[in-house]
């Protein structure tokens, strides 16, 4: 069963809107942490921000916000305020377990594209 | 500070040739790891070494490929014969070994492997 579902190959959104990208997740562990990254066109895989599971606040980065709801295993992305520099692949990723070296699973990734 | 580089960035070759990729990660994280996207599909997990030792290698699709981490630097992702179904983008991702949960992993820019 894949352990991180992304169920949005591809979205569009209008420079300046807020949009919302899905990530939900399969875990049994009590302790996991949730990642977002992002790949632009150049292929770099840029980190963009973390959620742990015992973390009671919904984790912020400047306008990256990430929207978790435990109870329903969504780890949601908001970007606010988006930027044509915004467009690029992005991916869900999480990590089980207490060990910090532990792999990461990731989703199929969302490509998102930016509209002037 | 430099980044996860590696090596190298393109290689297209013939069914039963062998290929080498590389990956130097940044300075002083002990914790390397290689992982595979096929395209359309997730990015996987391969394996992970912490400095020269292999942690987990669970991810490796068989015994084509060989990963080595030469005194704890840099790593080397062998596959000798390949086949037509290992091509995709190899990343090899590098972190610190250090408690704090984030613990997040640094991705190079990954190598784009086609096998004809």
């Known amino acids: 069963a894949q352990k991180i579902t992304q169920t949005q190959p591809g979205m569009f959104v209008q420079e300046k809107e807020a949009v919302t990208l899905d990530c939900t997740y399969d875990t049994s562990d009590q302790s996991y942490g949730l990642f977002w990254y992002k790949q632009p066109s150049s292929g770099e895989m840029i980190f963009l921000i973390y959620q742990g599971s015992y973390d009671e606040q919904n984790a912020t980065e400047g306008r990256y916000s990430l929207n978790f709801q435990k109870a329903r295993k969504s780890a949601n992305l908001v970007i606010s305020a988006s930027q044509l520099g915004d467009s690029a692949m992005y991916f869900c990723?999480?990590?089980?377990?207490?060990?910090?070296?532990?792999?990461?699973?990731f989703g199929t990734g969302t490509s998102l594209t930016v509209i002037p | 500070e430099a980044g996860v580089t590696q090596f190298p960035s393109h290689s297209v070759i013939e069914k039963g040739q062998t290929v080498t990729l590389r990956c130097d990660p940044i300075s002083g994280h002990d914790n390397l790891y290689w992982y595979r996207r096929v395209m359309g599909k997730e990015i996987k997990f391969l394996l992970h070494f912490v400095k020269e030792s292999k942690q987990d290698e669970s991810g490796m699709p068989n015994n084509r490929f060989l990963a080595e981490r030469t005194g704890g630097t840099y790593s080397t992702l062998k596959v000798q014969p390949a086949e037509l179904e290992d091509s995709g983008v190899y990343f090899c991702?590098?972190?610190?070994?250090?408690?704090?949960?984030?613990?997040?992993?640094?991705f190079g820019p990954g190598t784009r492997l086609t096998v004809l």
């Open positions: 991702a590098s972190s610190q070994d250090r408690l704090a949960l984030r613990n997040e992993q640094f």
């Open positions: 990723a999480m990590r089980e377990g207490e060990y910090t070296g532990n792999q990461f699973y």
